[in-house]
């Protein structure tokens, strides 16, 4: 079956500018080189440390941020090449929620007025009928109807997550990326907002793109999950396979951080060296060398980038220690 969306080779690299003239004399490589698919109905967590480039790819696969380079296919169409009306029809079937429950509304227009914006510029509903899409979106996502004539700071950060899951259903999309939807919440609306979003997966066969640093949603919310070091993904596997047998060093060291949801019980911390290098100075050969506990790591680690390689039955890793199985993503 052909995946909903392909990703092969994404980058996204901004140019570092100095002096009067502002020549570019660098590049940050936010994004370098990210590939990955996604099936219809299923979420792909993308979880990494704080800048390691999973934001800058949500984006750049939806053109919020053109890519440098790469391709995006969407339902077999490459979605980098479209432009004018068809770039603005492929949008329908893509959208995305926001980290930022109170950043992403304009404090300046009605819940309803937002909403409805999409319906009207896809020329989906308008009038009468784009008014009771409003309502039936808004108790879909369990607030009421009526509310649709408030102002964003009538709610709370649970409640205007709700409005902007709305917002994005509002034009029957296939696929949205949600950018950390539940950082900003209390725990308890955490896990409201993510049944949520299973529950409209269920009942509409969305797929998510599910960008989070907190690996205990993630373990809940996602079927696969891929991990993310300096804009290149590290590891990618099923979710129940990266949980027991991480393979990656990196990936091993994220989840010894995760609380023991246990009194009393303890989990042996994995304490990484240093700090991440910059992204505008990235490492030569694999980008996590420098700060690898392996104790095998050698020349070629500082030499040579490893490829995503198959190194179990679906279970794919970035590292020159691993013994491979399957051939290369590509």
Not at 97 to 116: C, K
Request: charged residues 20%; proline residues 8%; hydrophobic residues 40%.
């Amino acid at each position: 079956m052909t995946p909903l969306l392909q990703v092969r080779d994404l980058t996204k690299h901004f140019p570092i500018r100095r002096g009067i003239l502002q020549r570019v004399t660098g590049h940050v490589r936010a994004v370098d080189g990210v590939s990955f698919d996604l099936a219809r109905g299923e979420t792909l967590a993308l979880v990494g440390e704080s800048g390691c480039g999973k934001t800058t790819t949500g984006r750049a696969l939806l053109r919020l941020t053109e890519p440098t380079s790469g391709t995006v296919t969407v339902n077999g169409t490459d979605f980098l090449a479209l432009r004018g009306e068809e770039l603005r029809r492929m949008r329908r079937h893509m959208q995305i929620v926001f980290q930022d429950p109170y950043g992403s509304l304009n404090p300046r227009m009605t819940v309803g007025a937002a909403i409805r914006e999409g319906l009207i510029v896809h020329q989906i509903a308008e009038g009468a009928e784009a008014d009771r899409r409003v309502a039936n979106l808004l108790e879909e996502v369990g607030l009421r109807g009526e509310y649709a004539a408030r102002l964003p700071h009538e709610f709370s950060g649970g409640q205007r997550q709700r409005i902007g899951i709305a917002r994005a259903l509002a034009v029957e999309p296939s696929f949205i990326v949600c950018d950390e939807p539940v950082s900003a919440l209390d725990v308890s609306v955490q896990a409201q907002v993510i049944n949520l979003l299973r529950d409209l997966q269920r009942e509409r066969g969305l797929a998510y793109l599910f960008i989070a640093h907190d690996l205990a949603v993630v373990s809940h919310m996602a079927d696969r999950v891929a991990v993310m070091y300096l804009g290149r993904i590290v590891e990618l596997a099923p979710r129940r396979a990266l949980f027991a047998t991480p393979r990656m060093p990196y990936t091993r060291a994220l989840l010894s951080a995760v609380p023991v949801p246990e009194p009393g019980a303890t989990r042996r911390r994995i304490l990484l060296p240093g700090d991440p290098p910059s992204p505008a100075s990235p490492p030569s050969g694999c980008v996590f060398h420098p700060r690898c506990p392996h104790p095998a790591k050698d020349a070629v680690c500082s030499r040579l980038a490893p490829v995503l390689e198959e190194k179990a039955p679906g279970h794919f890793v970035a590292c020159h220690k691993e013994p491979i199985t399957s051939a290369p993503l590509s």
